[in-house]
């Protein structure tokens, strides 16, 4: 019989089929069983492309961190990270049962310490001394994972009298879920700029002080040999 001119199996499709896989059931449902039924082949098959689970849910973090661009920060820190969080949401948001996953942390993976890497140097190139620049990678990181990891409006029923009996100032829950996409998409858009309001708030206040200590060692320079 002749070989089949494409291959029954890639990493490609095992790939997707796992990020399926868990779309639908799971992360905690993922095995390379059940993967291998989804493909319809013996899980023995799959270890040629991937020693283990670990290294295919590896695999797709990976996919789905280098979709994430972290490339703005040239234009001033906080439109880099406007456009670092956009990218990084956009990149997530359509996979929430896979984001428990890459929220353990960036780990050895090159595209997640890449990305790491653009923030800091970006924060740091713009002014932020490296420790607010770690913490700003971080908080923003936060903030974009628990805007991905489940949808607040669709956590809502669609039965008035659910909300109504009991919970007076929810009588309009119900009709959250019809309008999930929008509600999520400006939740986001609102955490976003209050944050970066906050941080705005923060900067100036180090550039005067900057400014400050500039100033004194302008009028007193003998004190720096001192």
């Known amino acids: 019989m002749a070989r089949p001119k494409v291959p029954l199996l890639s990493r490609e499709r095992i790939r997707d089929a796992a990020l399926s896989l868990i779309d639908r059931d799971g992360l905690a449902e993922l095995s390379m069983r059940k993967l291998a039924a989804e493909l319809g082949v013996q899980a023995a098959s799959l270890y040629t492309h991937y020693p283990t689970k ?3 849910l590896d695999d797709i973090g990976g996919v789905l961190m280098a ?23 956009a990149a997530l948001v359509r996979h929430p049962n896979f984001v428990a996953y890459l929220a353990a942390g960036p780990g050895t993976r090159d595209e997640n310490l890449r990305i ?15 420790r607010d620049a770690t913490m700003i990678g971080a908080a923003t990181r936060y903030l974009v994972m628990g805007a991905t990891m489940g949808s607040f409006s669709r956590g809502f029923v669609d039965d008035v009298q659910v909300y109504r009996d009991r919970y007076p100032h929810l009588e309009q829950a119900h009709l959250l879920r019809a309008k999930a996409d929008e509600i999520d998409s400006e939740s986001f858009e609102l955490a976003l700029s209050a944050f970066l309001d906050g941080l705005q708030l923060r900067f100036d206040i180090i550039e005067k002080e900057r400014a400050r200590r500039r100033q004194s060692r302008s009028a007193n320079p003998r004190s720096d040999r001192d």
């Open 116 to 130: 790491a890497d653009a923030v800091h140097g970006g924060l740091v190139a713009a002014g932020w001394p490296p």
């Open 67 to 89: 979709r994430v661009d972290a490339s703005a920060f040239d234009q001033g820190w906080r439109a880099g990270i406007t456009h670092w969080a956009h990218s990084y949401r």
């Open 54 to 56: 670990d290294a295919v």
